[in-house]
């Protein structure tokens, strides 16, 4: 059994199965290069504040390149018996160094050091996931330019409503992400906060420069209270939650796309490369990328909630329930790097069929609300020409004839006061042109829109 940094205290070596049940290793190795990078900063800081001399912090630096450089390409041999990653890197120094190496953790606790490590983690998370949103939203802003004068019905309860520009539909998701940015940019200030000084729970009696540690390593502030900064991970709350929200935004387009592609719908057709077939079934193509995307997302809700759960009657200050966190934060971040990677590149290659689109807004009375607007138009009430047109869809539905089918003699018989210009006026492509109010599905509104988003997303 190796000798565990914290063993003086015991007589006995660790039950194997505990030590197991312990440890991190397998998962929190991740955490290598971020352990690296602050354990050198926390290297120049205790020489700057003379706790080492400045010689031997060189020393250990190069050391602690050289086991990133190994790790890195795969010769470093990562030893399980480690309890984590932080004992990983520092046996790994002592190996090299000698006892040069056991001075390193002067001043730290490996709570400090794991919060620290996570933040870094997360912070770089963040900007990887920003960049996925902002190339899914330039690839949302092609669509809407290239299908600009597309026309579908816009549903609401899945039934068809009003006509809508297919550009005006795309840039929703286009607006959903834009939240999306914004809600990982605010975790990004809370994150971005170092922990490093806090040591186990109350500090320590070295005199450490903190603020030297938080700007080498990137950080806007130093935490102000050390019970809070090792037992907070609110951070990590903040990042699983931003990236469920994101995965819903994703499930929803997915479950559009999927309906979109079916046979009864034929709006879009997905590209064969981003589809799988049936093993009995030969002519199947079925839409398995977007059904995994919607299904993941359970998956990332439930580590947000596993957390929740864990972190929820925690005392303070660190707990060993804790280290729960990083499987949650690591499963999360690899599926949604994942699925947000693999439905931009479908998104590129889908095509649009405008026709068939068109030819649904012929259909299920989707004008009835321009004609009540255009009854308001004559002089009634809305509401009163809410009732008429009512009245006029159930008469239509009886003579099994559409809006634009009936006769002037016969809409006359409801309201005298409607003329031939209501033929006009019921022309899907007449009621978009009509609607230029800032966020509607006007075409000059949707040409702003996506002027906007252009600027947005720097294209």
Same mark, same amino acid.
């Given at each position: ?198 040591? !186990?729970?109350?500090? $320590?009696?070295?005199? @450490?420069?903190?603020? /030297?540690?938080?700007?080498? %390593?990137?950080?806007?502030?130093? &935490? ?103 499987? !949650?934060?690591?499963? $999360?971040?690899?599926? @949604?790097?994942?699925? /947000?990677?693999?439905?931009? %590149?479908?998104?590129?290659?889908? &095509? ?108």
């Amino acid at each position: 059994m190796t000798k565990k940094v914290w063993g003086g205290r015991f007589r006995e070596d660790i039950n194997e199965v505990v030590d197991a049940f312990n440890s991190s290793i397998s998962f929190d190795r991740r955490l290598y290069a971020q352990d690296i990078e602050g354990s050198k900063v926390h290297c120049l800081m205790l020489a700057k504040q003379g706790i080492i001399s400045k010689k031997e912090s060189y020393i250990i630096i190069d050391a602690l390149d050289e086991i990133k450089r190994e790790i890195e390409m795969g010769k470093f041999p990562i030893h399980y018996d480690s309890e984590d990653i932080h004992t990983l890197v520092e046996k790994a120094l002592i190996d090299k160094v000698g006892s040069l190496g056991e001075k390193l953790h002067t001043g730290r606790s490996r709570n400090d050091q794991v919060a620290l490590d996570l933040r870094i983690y997360i912070r770089e998370a963040i900007g990887r996931a920003n960049n996925l949103i902002k190339d899914m939203q330039a690839v949302i802003v092609k669509l809407a330019e290239e299908n600009f004068n597309l026309i579908l019905p816009g549903y609401t309860h899945l039934q068809p409503a009003q006509p809508v520009l297919l550009a005006h539909h795309l840039l929703a998701y286009f607006e959903m992400l834009k939240r999306d940015r914004q809600r990982f940019e605010e975790g990004y200030k809370r994150v971005n906060i170092l922990p490093l000084g806090s040591a !186990a729970l109350a500090g $320590t009696t070295f005199d @450490l420069d903190r603020e /030297m540690v938080a700007k080498e %390593l990137g950080f806007d502030a130093i &935490s102000d209270n050390s019970m809070d900064a090792v037992s907070d991970r609110d951070f990590v709350l903040d990042y699983l939650f931003a990236s469920s929200i994101l995965m819903m935004h994703l499930s929803r387009l997915s479950e559009e796309l999927i309906i979109w592609s079916s046979r009864e719908f034929g709006f879009i057709t997905l590209p064969d490369t981003f589809c799988t077939g049936s093993s009995i079934m030969p002519q199947k193509k079925n839409p398995d990328v977007l059904e995994l995307v919607r299904g993941k997302t359970g998956r990332i809700y439930g580590n947000l909630m596993a957390l929740f759960t864990t972190m929820k009657a925690l005392p303070l200050a660190y707990n060993k329930d804790m280290q729960e966190d990083k499987e !949650a934060v690591f499963d $999360t971040v690899d599926t @949604l790097e994942q699925c /947000m990677t693999v439905l931009i %590149l479908l998104l590129k290659e889908v &095509s649009f069929n405008g026709e068939n689109m068109r030819k649904a807004c012929d259909g299920d009375y989707i004008m009835a609300t321009d004609m009540a607007e255009y009854l308001v138009t004559k002089g009634m009430t809305f509401r009163k020409a809410h009732e008429t047109v009512g009245q006029i869809v159930l008469f239509a539905i009886e003579k099994k004839k559409s809006l634009e089918n009936l006769t002037l003699k016969e809409l006359k018989c409801f309201n005298r006061h409607i003329t031939k210009d209501v033929f006009a006026w019921l022309k899907p492509e007449s009621a978009i042109a009509r609607r230029n109010l800032h966020g509607a599905t006007g075409y000059e509104e949707v040409k702003q829109s996506i002027k906007r988003a252009k600027r947005e997303v720097g294209k």
